[in-house]
T-cell receptor, first 112, second 111 residues
Framework: NAGVMQNPRHLVRRRGQEARLRCSPM?????VYWYRQLPEEGLKFMVY????????ESGMPKERFSAEFPKEGPSILRIQQVVRGDSAAYFC??????????FGPGTRLTVL | EDQVTQSPEALRLQEGESSSLNCSYT??????LFWYRQDPGKGPEFLFT???AGEEKEKERLKATLTKKESFLHITAPKPEDSATYLCAVQVETSGSRLTFGEGTQLTVNP
C-alpha cells in the first residue's frame, strides 16, 4: 500500500508567481490535511478537506491561499502571488477516519 | 488556547542510555494524543495514539504513556538509528480532527 504522495518534492518560485502543490492520499483515505512547517518552527495546521468539501480552513491565511480536493484526482494547495515568507515545507496528511494521520514526504517551497 | 509543550528541546544520549521525553498539554477536552518521529528532510512518521489517561503503548524500544496533563515517550537502550526529532500532537474535542503540534525534541544517540 503506497503511502501519501506529494509532488513536486522541491519547488522554486519567484516572488509574484503561483505555486501549486499536489497530494495523493493513501488508498482508502478520504480525509486530507495540509500543514506548514516554517524554518525553525513547528508544524502548523492549515486546512482539512474531504472529497469536494472544505471541512476546516481555520489555519489558512485569508488571502492568496486556497485548497481543493476534487472528486477525481489529488488534493491541491494553491498559493497565488508568492512572497518570501511563504518559503517553507508543506506537508499533506491523510486519514481513513479523522484520527491517525499519515504524512507525506512534503514539498519544500523556496521563493526567490 | 490549546498548548502543547515538549521538553527537553534537545537530548543527547549514549547508545544504551535510557531516557524519557516529555509532552505536556493544556487543552479543553482531549480527543487523542499522537507521537510522531521526523527525520531531517522527511515527513513525520506515525508512532502512537493515546486516548485516555493510564493508557500505554509500546513499539520496539519505545513506550508511550499518558496522564491527564502530560505524555511521556520512554526510550529503552536507544541505538544511533533512533536519532530523530520526536513530535507530540493533540486532537481536541472543540477543534475537530486537526492536530496541534509541539515544537519537538531533537534526540541524538551517539554510538
Amino acid at each position: 500500500n503506497a503511502g501519501v504522495m506529494q509532488n513536486p518534492r522541491h519547488l522554486v518560485r519567484r516572488r509574484g508567481q503561483e505555486a501549486r502543490l499536489r497530494c495523493s492520499p493513501m488508498k482508502g483515505h478520504s480525509h486530507v490535511y495540509w500543514y506548514r512547517q516554517l524554518p525553525e518552527e513547528g508544524l502548523k495546521f492549515m486546512v482539512y478537506l474531504q472529497k469536494e468539501n472544505i471541512i476546516d480552513e481555520s489555519g489558512m491565511p485569508k488571502e492568496r491561499f486556497s485548497a481543493e480536493f476534487p472528486k477525481e484526482g489529488p488534493s491541491i494547495l494553491r498559493i497565488q502571488q508568492v512572497v518570501r515568507g511563504d518559503s517553507a515545507a508543506y506537508f499533506c496528511a491523510s486519514s481513513p477516519s479523522g484520527n491517525e494521520q499519515f504524512f507525506g514526504p512534503g514539498t519544500r517551497l523556496t521563493v526567490l | 488556547e490549546d498548548q502543547v509543550t515538549q521538553s527537553p528541546e534537545a537530548l543527547r544520549l549514549q547508545e544504551g542510555e535510557s531516557s524519557s521525553l516529555n509532552c505536556s498539554y493544556t487543552v479543553s477536552g482531549l480527543r487523542g494524543l499522537f507521537w510522531y518521529r521526523q527525520d531531517p528532510g522527511k515527513g513525520p512518521e506515525f508512532l502512537f495514539t493515546l486516548y485516555s489517561a493510564g493508557e500505554e503503548k509500546e513499539k520496539e524500544r519505545l513506550k508511550a504513556t499518558l496522564t491527564k496533563k502530560e505524555s511521556f515517550l520512554h526510550i529503552t537502550a536507544p541505538k544511533p538509528e533512533d536519532s530523530a526529532t520526536y513530535l507530540c500532537a493533540v486532537q481536541v474535542e472543540t477543534s475537530g480532527s486537526r492536530l496541534t503540534f509541539g515544537e519537538g525534541t531533537q534526540l541524538t544517540v551517539n554510538p
